[in-house]
């Protein structure tokens, strides 16, 4: 196994006023990416970021900038995103589109920057087997999508274990990153289901020493939860 470990801090989660603050001291904690999650209160509930604030974060942080898509039809922000400086883009298999998924992910392989796929909680592990040939990621979401602070529900242990025994199949080395109600405590089974990548909001931004709490998560990330 040779998949590199990261905690992944969710912006959604931090203080938008003391956004920079925080982000260098999630980043002096060991912090290895960020997640930054798009909603267009069409295919989520919820609104959040675009590629405007994208491209600033990029030009104040060298860590790579992971988009999660969590809108209906994404391939009209792909390219807006690209240029915002997004090191890796994530897709719902969910989505409706005129643009077939996999033509989406193509098209960002080609670009230089990461595909990946991401599932709802209802949606069957199964759905990502058709993408794993072109995505480097799974995003397996641990909440229904569309807000921070909730619980994980207990069936993302199974889903991150039915995602890794598809990918290891055709693609021992495909990261699996698992999103919503990530801490400290579930992090060591998570991480022995299957899953790479920690992405945590509340458990990082919400901890009274956010640098104290990421270097936590990397401390379970080097010593916990073999996966396979
Ligand atoms: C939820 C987002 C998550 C969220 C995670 O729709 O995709 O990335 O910010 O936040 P926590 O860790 O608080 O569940
Ligand atoms: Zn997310």
Known sequence: MNRQRLIEPSLLAADPGRLAE???????GGAGMWHFDVMDG??????SFGPHICAGLHRYT???????????????????????????LVLHVEVHDKEPLSQMLREIRAAGAVPAVALNPR?????????????DRVLVMAV????????????????VRAVRALANR????????????????????????????????????DAPDIEARCR?????????????
Request: glycine share 8%.
């Open 22 to 28: 925080q982000m260098a001291l999630a980043e002096r």
């Open 42 to 47: 069409h295919f989520v509930p919820n609104l």
């Open 62 to 88: 060298k860590l790579p900038i992971d988009v999660h898509l969590m809108v209906d039809n994404p391939s009209r922000i792909i390219d807006p995103f690209l240029a915002a400086g997004a090191a890796s």
């Open 123 to 135: 949606t069957p592990p199964e759905a990502a087997a058709q993408y794993l040939p072109l995505v």
């Open 144 to 159: 229904e999508p569309g807000y921070g602070g909730q619980e994980l529900l207990p069936d993302s242990y199974e889903r």
């Open 170 to 205: 055709v693609r021992p080395n495909l990261q699996i990153q698992i999103d919503g109600g990530v801490t400290k405590q579930n992090a060591p089974s998570i991480l022995e289901a299957g899953a790479d990548i920690l992405i945590a909001g509340s458990a990082v931004f």
């Open 216 to 228: 936590e998560f990397a401390e379970i990330l080097c010593s916990g939860g073999a996966s396979s």
